[in-house]
């Protein structure tokens, strides 16, 4: 099966404070592609990172970074510094078997609402 | 690039009325586009997939008489919500991707309201 988890439903922090969002996945294939996408109030999807299942490497960019580990099944995401600019609710979704999967369907996660007060 | 805009972003019409939404693929051909569906506090839930001159394939529990896709030209498809009730209200987001293996670009999401 198929399947993103999120355990963490909301987390608030303080401005500048660092913040993790957990991402857990569950897949069969070989080959997928990891996503992280930020939905702010306004409602549109903001895509931040994808990420494919044959690289391994830690990416940073700014204060945002994303830790991939297979062994773990997990790719969380972490804002340093958080701003309340960050506030937001945060997905993390999986696309399975990239290569031959002929409509590169997204599974998504539950999402995290992300909280950064000042 | 890969920009992809949705209209209208905001409607509120009285129930049983149909209303239609327009996903267009600004500088890329869209092979296919995917509409969801988003429940306040929710995550996105899957629609139909639609690929170009192709019928949409929709997912399980969705009505295709009620919510009729359209994507006849490689940059629009069209989300028609029939006969629209108060359980139909939602944020409704379209994506598309110009090619099988290539992600998915989102638009700006429509509120529908149906009072």
């Known amino acids: 099966a198929q399947k993103v988890t999120q355990a963490q439903t909301e987390i608030s922090v303080v401005e500048k404070e660092d913040v993790t969002l957990d991402c857990v996945y569950e897949t069969r294939d070989t080959t997928y592609y990891l996503f992280w996408y930020k939905q702010p109030p306004s409602g549109e999807l903001v895509f931040l990172i994808r990420r494919n299942s044959f690289d391994e490497q830690n990416e940073i960019s700014g204060r945002y970074s994303w830790n991939f580990q297979k062994s773990t099944s997990s790719f969380n995401f972490t804002i340093t510094a958080s701003q309340v600019v960050d506030s937001a609710v945060y997905f993390c979704?999986?696309?399975?078997?990239?290569?031959?999967?002929?409509?590169?369907?997204?599974?998504w996660g539950a999402g995290t609402k992300l909280i950064i007060k000042p | 690039g890969a920009v992809v805009s949705q209209h209208p972003s905001w409607v509120i019409c009285k129930s049983g009325t149909s209303v239609k939404i327009e996903c267009r693929s600004l500088d890329f051909q869209a092979t296919t586009m995917f509409w969801y569906r988003q429940f306040p506090k929710q995550s996105l839930m899957l629609m139909a997939t639609s690929n170009e001159g192709s019928k949409a394939t929709y997912e399980q529990g969705v009505e295709k008489d009620k919510f009729l896709i359209n994507h006849a030209s490689l940059t629009l498809s069209t989300l028609t919500v029939t006969s629209a009730h108060p359980e139909d209200s939602s944020f409704y987001i379209c994506s598309a991707s110009q090619y099988s293996n290539q992600p998915q670009h989102f638009g700006d999401g429509t509120r529908l309201s149906i009072l």
């Open positions: 979704a999986l696309s399975e078997d990239w290569a031959t999967d002929s409509n590169y369907q997204l599974i």
